[in-house]
């Protein structure tokens, strides 16, 4: 897959939330968790979603703000933001907060799909983060999805930039929908 341009002075979106955005239902809400300057957002309101972005630093808000509703927020140390709500979307990259990882599974509503994308285990020999409160372990994106129907998953090296990594796409089964499996596209690199 070609990798995008980045767009408006953000940096490009990453290629594995490109690749998969195609499993979202047409506009639907999306929540992009530790957005920054949003440039998922950016990518996601430019495809028609309605997009909500979270973040702790009120001057990357201040840059997400344009494409998108915004929260400042400390989901570290403060509450989840969004008990009880749910979202056709829910984007994470070079995130990881575990004691959050529930409440971030739990946003994705029914039929809607979780796009994650973070540092592993074995980053520390390459580069940052290095600390292992920051580096998944071994299956553990996997493990956090259980009651989700996982559509892709990576858990490797990539070496340019050299860095560990896990991804996952994946969807929640939505009600009635047991029997027939739903049929998502596997798009090609």
Known sequence: ????????????????????????????????????????????AAQGHEVTGVDRSAEALATAGAFGRTLEADIESGSWPFGGRAFGAVIVTNYLWRPRLADIVSAVAPGGVLLYETF???NETVGKPSRPDF???????????ADLRVVAYEDGFEPAPERFVQRIAAVRPAPGSAGAPRRHLLKGN
């Not at 047409?26 to 990518?43: E, I, N, S, Y």
């Not at 580096?135 to 493990?143: H, R, T």
């Open 1 to 44: 897959m070609k990798e995008p341009a980045p767009m408006h002075g953000l940096s490009a979106p990453s290629l594995w939330v490109v690749r998969w955005s195609h499993l979202l239902a047409p506009r639907t809400t999306v929540l992009d968790v530790a957005c920054g300057a949003g440039r998922h957002m950016q990518w996601f």
């Open 120 to 122: 592993a285990a074995g």
């Open 135 to 145: 580096l998944l372990q071994p299956g553990e994106l996997l493990a956090a999805c």
